[in-house]
Structures are given as structure tokens and as C-alpha cells.
T-cell receptor
């Protein structure tokens, strides 16, 4: 069984640029969530994908978008980068459907620095 | 939406002592309360979780209690060890058939001193 893997691990962008972050979910999981963790803060929910559709969104602007693919992997895209977008972006996968499911497993994250 | 408050923000204990971290939540519909441990530069790792149909859960040195009436839950670590030093996050969510969207607290930096 493989865990949640994310790429790239670190990247540096400049204001106004666009970035794509990638996530492979844990084997057997069908739901992917993305969280933003600013330095010294708790993770904040960005959005979740289930059956290739957005299934809930946090308080993030439309320039944050995502995709889920048939193999349950996912991408997070951020357009028009701002300095405040600098953070650790965490992907978490889970198995939806049932009270005993939905336990999130996190990846190691992608550290984005915007200059 | 849900709001989770966590206290204290930092906690220093002597090795062997107990540590308690407390969280409150605002949405009475929340039914799932996990605790994550995050070491510096590492991913958040689930250490224990509790669902709203139970009041307490234990796993070796770790226990979580839930008071639904007061809308608060706590993490208890007994016989603390240096390797327990990390940031601990509580979270809350209303689990639905379509998924689980966690609202996290702001974290507690636990330091276990020799």
C-alpha cells in the first residue's frame, strides 16, 4: 500500500505567475482534499474532490482551482500568485462513504514561496 | 461555518508528566474530531480520533474526551517522552457520505523537557 505523494516538494515563483501542484492519493482512496498551511498556523481547507467533481470549497478565491483524474490523483492550480500564497500546500486522501470511513491521510506537502 | 479554538498555544512539561490540550468547536452538527501530530517539516499524522457517539477513547498513552453539550474536546498524553515533542492540531468536521472537510485549530507546540 502506498501513501499520499505530492510534487514538487519545494518551488519558488514570482507574483503574477501560475503554479500547478500534484497529488497521488493513497491506494484505495477515492477522495482528495487540499489544504493551505501558512507558517505557524493550522491547515485551512481549500477544496475537496470526489468522483472527479468539486465537493465543497473553503474561503478561497476562484484563482484557486483543481482537478481530480479517473485514477483519483489530483492537481491544485493557483493563478495570479500573490505574496500571501506562500505556504505549505497539503494534499489529503480518504475513502468516502460511510461513518467509519473519511479518515484523512496527508501527504508531505509542497512548499510554495512567492517572491 | 465551523470555528475551532485550541489552547494553550505552547505547553512545556517535564518528561513523565501528563499533557492536556483543549479545543472548543462552534457547530453542534460536527461529528468527527481528530487529533494530528506534526513534527517540524513533516506531514500531519493522525494520532487519535473520536466520533460524536462516544465520550472517550484511549490508545496506550493517548486519550481523547468529548463533551458534546459543552462543545469541547481534549487530548491527554500521559507519561510524556521527548519524542512527543511536536505541534498538535485538533480538528472538527461534519462527516457526510461525500467526504470530510476538516476545520483545524491553531495548534499547540508541546515541548517535553528531560
Amino acid at each position: 500500500e502506498t501513501g499520499v505523494t505530492q510534487s514538487p516538494t519545494h518551488l519558488i515563483k514570482t507574483r503574477g505567475q501560475q503554479v500547478t501542484l500534484r497529488c497521488s492519493s493513497q491506494s484505495g482512496h477515492n477522495t482528495v482534499s487540499w489544504y493551505q498551511q501558512a507558517l505557524g498556523q493550522g491547515p485551512q481547507f481549500i477544496f475537496q474532490y470526489y468522483r472527479e467533481e468539486e465537493n465543497g470549497r473553503g474561503n478561497f478565491p476562484p484563482r484557486f482551482s483543481g482537478l481530480q483524474f479517473p485514477n483519483y490523483s489530483s492537481e491544485l492550480n493557483v493563478n495570479a500568485l500573490e505574496l500571501d500564497d506562500s505556504a505549505l500546500y497539503l494534499c489529503a486522501s480518504s475513502l468516502a462513504g460511510g461513518y467509519g470511513a473519511n479518515v484523512l491521510t496527508f501527504g508531505a506537502g509542497s512548499r510554495l514561496t512567492v517572491l | 461555518g465551523e470555528n475551532v479554538e485550541q489552547h494553550p498555544s505552547t505547553l512545556s512539561v517535564q518528561e513523565g508528566d501528563s499533557a492536556v490540550i483543549k479545543c472548543t468547536y462552534s457547530d453542534s452538527a460536527s461529528n468527527y474530531f481528530p487529533w494530528y501530530k506534526q513534527e517540524l517539516g513533516k506531514r500531519p499524522q493522525l494520532i487519535i480520533d473520536i466520533r460524536s457517539n462516544v465520550g472517550e477513547k484511549k490508545d496506550q498513552r493517548i486519550a481523547v474526551t468529548l463533551n458534546k453539550t459543552a462543545k469541547h474536546f481534549s487530548l491527554h498524553i500521559t507519561e510524556t517522552q521527548p519524542e512527543d515533542s511536536a505541534v498538535y492540531f485538533c480538528a472538527a468536521s461534519k462527516v457526510t457520505g461525500g467526504g470530510n472537510k476538516l476545520t483545524f485549530g491553531t495548534g499547540t507546540q508541546l515541548k517535553v523537557e528531560l
